[in-house]
Structures are given as structure tokens and as C-alpha cells.
């Protein structure tokens, strides 16, 4: 029965060894995870007093979440056919939304979501009819008009 060299054996186990090395060294190096780009919008928001009552001035108030913090935009009154608007800035992290309550003579009152990032995306310009019925969002290139009901 032949014997096998034992200075072979302990160069087999030291090469395994060093193979085994190198292979856990290389499971521990992670190379840093990058943060996704930052991606901003810019939103423009435009509503028009649109009562059926001409002589009724529309009460806004809008108050909104940007980049997680209140922004209160306080109250705004506006004349019959006239409009109130603000603009702001969104990116891809923090999630933005307003939601405006509108009064207006003899006792209405109504709350609607004017923005919400999930819904709206992250940019553009949002012309809002606000009747009596409800705010109609309006396409200024077709003209054409997606009306919500007051709930």
C-alpha cells in the first residue's frame, strides 16, 4: 500500500485553504448602493370661481404636504370668474399633496384634493374649473373637462 506524501497533503490543504479565503474575502466586499437620482417637477395649479352665482365670491384655503412639511398657503377670496394659483416644486422622493377647502355664500362648503403626486405625477399645469357641483379639471389643449362631484 503506497503512501501518499504528507508535504502534499499539507500543500493541498493550504491550497484549499487560500482558495476558501479569497472566496469569503470576496462575499464581504459590497460595493456602496448608489442613491437613485433626485428627479424634480415643477407643478403649476390654476383655479377659477366658476359659480353659478356671478356675484359669489369663492373662499380658498389650500394647505399641502411638500417634501415632508406643512405648507399652508392660507385663505384666498376670489371674484366671480377670477382665479387663485400657486406653483411648486416636487422631486422623486418625498411624496407631495394639497388639498384645498372652498366656501362660498349662503353656507357651502366643500374639501377637495387639488394634487396628489400619486395621481397627478410628478409635474405640470392643472387648470381647475370650480363650480358648484364640483372642481373640472380642464385639458387647455382639447378643452375637454374631467369633472369630480363634491362628496
Partial sequence: MGSFPKHRVVLMVIAGLLVLMDHTCEAQHHEP???PPLIRGSVHIKMQNALADKSATLTVHCSGLL???DDDL???DVAPGSTYEFRFETD???VTSYNCSFQWPPKNS???NI???GRDGRDGDFYWLVSDSGPCLVDV???NED???WS
Fill in 110 to 112: 366643500q374639501n377637495f
Fill in 67 to 69: 417634501e415632508g412639511e
Fill in 92 to 94: 422623486s422622493i418625498s
Fill in 115 to 117: 394634487f396628489s403626486q
Fill in 74 to 76: 392660507g385663505s384666498h
Fill in 33 to 35: 448602493e448608489r442613491e
Fill in 147 to 149: 369633472c369630480k362631484i
Fill in 141 to 143: 389643449g382639447t378643452g
